[in-house]
């Protein structure tokens, strides 16, 4: 089955960046929609950004645009999420999401904890 594993979270000053990894086994990965999605305390998981299984189109939440970026290298079954000028409201645990075209299914990694903070 699939298995998605986030990394690169971790505590950054406000302005600063970071870049999330999202590694994907047990499926073909061109098959997989890519997500990201974060939560943070006391609010509902919410959509940061989406890529299609080809790369191309891409999908952002209004509190990102223009400064997060999505993206993913199918050779090397990943997807990414660069987060830029990062603010104190981007603090949340980030969860990466695969959809399979194939199967009509969800898989979710176990999160990473990002922490925007002075």
């Known amino acids: 089955q699939v298995q998605l594993v986030e990394s690169g979270g971790g505590l950054v000053q406000p302005g600063g960046s970071l870049r999330l990894s999202c590694a994907a086994t047990g499926f073909t990965f061109s098959s997989l929609l890519m997500s990201w999605y974060r939560q943070a305390p006391g609010k509902e998981r919410e959509m940061v950004a989406s890529?299609?299984?080809?790369?191309?189109?891409?999908t952002y939440a209004d509190s990102v645009k223009g400064r997060f970026a999505i993206s993913r290298d199918n050779a090397k079954n990943t997807a990414y999420l660069q987060m830029n000028n990062l603010k104190a409201d981007d603090t949340a645990v980030y969860y990466c999401k695969a959809y399979s075209t194939w199967w009509g299914t969800d898989y979710w990694g176990q999160g990473t904890q990002v922490t925007v903070s002075s």
């Open positions: 890529i299609a299984p080809l790369g191309g189109d891409t």
